[in-house]
């Protein structure tokens, strides 16, 4: 990695510092650049070390076993950089003064701001949540959102705790809808409110990026925006108090607008460029069952067999599969001895074969139950059925950083 080594192995990664996301991963033997990866279970062993102590505030910096040394460095509470090395002679120092130019390396191609920014996901969905919160004080509503692509990806409580079926209706109406910059449009909850309609208000702040509430007669459009005209879809009460200003949507927005357009594109995969997942696998579907949020994409290694639809029918298919045989639907503490007795009796892990059992054919398909979190993955005909769980506990582990 810059110097010509002794035969020995060197390994570089690079984690988010706050999620424990890896970001790369780089490897040497003797000085010539290798393929070489460490599995995921070690990254994240040596991720999960270093930050133990930090909780215990203590810094853990190197460590040595009978042929390897580690040094851990974090910079600007945003990049964790871990090296490993086996060549003769690596000391503590020359491995931090090699992560220290890395840093300086990873500064001088894309500068500081953007590498701590990395630390800003974390403050992008608290000012989003403050931002949801506070706009929807300001309109007198529990319940807004943000849509991407037919998916809610932020929300108030109030929007969360929808019942069915308007919490799975809704996104769905507005994935349907041609694109619109506002929308005022009448709906009936199924479950809340089936016979006296409500408001769904939708504002489009940046393509592809709608904001939704779900409302009375107030606010009227034109007092989120005022370039909106007045919308005589409901009757309105003209005493009715002036919960809005038309400053609210360059009030609470406008700052978060630039942060946004880096997410938008996310949209459809669901999952950032880069992130760590396994190759073989083809789609996933995390569900958080007390949270009631879900994870889902297909558009992963989409070069591969089989098409997009393809994946969703076998997942559709897998995920009725796997909840009516052999996990619960809902969560839930038991409430009778012979209750938990059943519950420790359910299997907290299956997969499934579809196709021939033999290698290279057959996609797998495997469910993963731990806690209040359910994933199924898609993985490819080359991945060996007697690692399908430990790939998914890795990618579980993963996942659960998001969700």
């Known amino acids: 990695m810059g110097e010509e080594g002794t035969g020995g192995t060197v390994y570089l990664l690079c984690l988010a510092a706050s999620s424990g996301v890896p970001l790369f991963c780089r490897s040497s033997c003797g000085g010539v650049p290798t393929r070489q990866q460490l599995p995921f279970s070690v990254i994240g062993s040596l991720n999960g070390v270093h930050m133990f102590g930090q909780n215990l505030e203590v810094q853990l910096s190197s460590a040595r076993t009978e ?4 040094v851990w460095k974090s910079f600007h509470d945003s990049i964790t950089l871990i090296v490993l090395s086996s060549e003769e002679g690596s000391s503590e120092l020359r491995l931090e003064r090699l992560l220290q130019m890395v840093f300086g390396a ?3 191609l894309v500068g500081l701001e953007e590498l701590t920014n990395i630390r800003n996901i974390e403050r992008l969905k608290k000012e989003l949540r403050e931002a949801l919160a506070g706009f929807a004080e300001a309109t007198s509503t529990a319940f807004v959102s943000l849509v991407v692509s037919g998916r809610v990806v932020a929300a108030t409580e109030g929007w969360w705790r929808l019942g069915m079926p308007e919490a799975v209706l809704l996104p769905w109406l507005l994935g349907s809808l041609l694109p619109q910059t506002a929308r005022d ?13 409500h408001r769904l208000l ?3 702040l940046l393509p592809g990026l709608e904001l939704c509430l779900l409302c009375g007669p107030r606010p009227l459009l034109s007092e989120l925006d005022p370039q909106l005209p007045t919308s005589p879809t ?14 609210l949507l360059e009030r609470w927005w406008q700052p978060l607008l630039e942060p946004l357009r880096t997410c938008v594109p996310l949209g459809p995969r669901a999952l950032p460029a880069g992130f760590p997942l396994h190759v073989d696998i083809l789609g996933l579907l995390l569900l958080h069952l007390e949270l009631r949020r879900c994870l889902f994409t297909v558009e992963l290694s989409e070069d591969k067999e ?6 969703r029918r076998l997942l559709r298919s897998f995920y009725t599969l796997v909840t ?8 839930g503490p038991p409430e009778k001895a012979e209750d938990v007795a059943q519950r420790a009796q359910l299997p907290r892990a299956c997969y499934v074969v579809s196709g021939p059992e033999k290698p290279d054919k057959g996609w797998r398909l495997v469910a993963l139950q731990s806690g209040p979190r359910r994933l199924l993955l898609l993985l ?12 998914a506990t890795h990618t579980l582990h993963t996942l659960s950083r998001l969700l």
């Open 67 to 70: 042929d390897t040394t580690v």
């Open 106 to 108: 990873m500064v001088l």
């Open 185 to 197: 449009y009448p709906v009936y909850l199924p479950h809340g409110s089936p016979t006296v309609p």
């Open 202 to 204: 939708t504002l489009t």
């Open 234 to 247: 409901v009757p309105l009460d003209d005493h009715a108090p002036d919960h809005a200003s038309p400053q």
């Open 306 to 311: 089989p098409s997009l639809d393809q994946r």
């Open 324 to 331: 009516s045989m052999h996990f619960s639907p809902e969560p």
């Open 380 to 391: 490819s005909p080359q991945s060996p059925t007697h690692g399908l769980r430990s790939l």
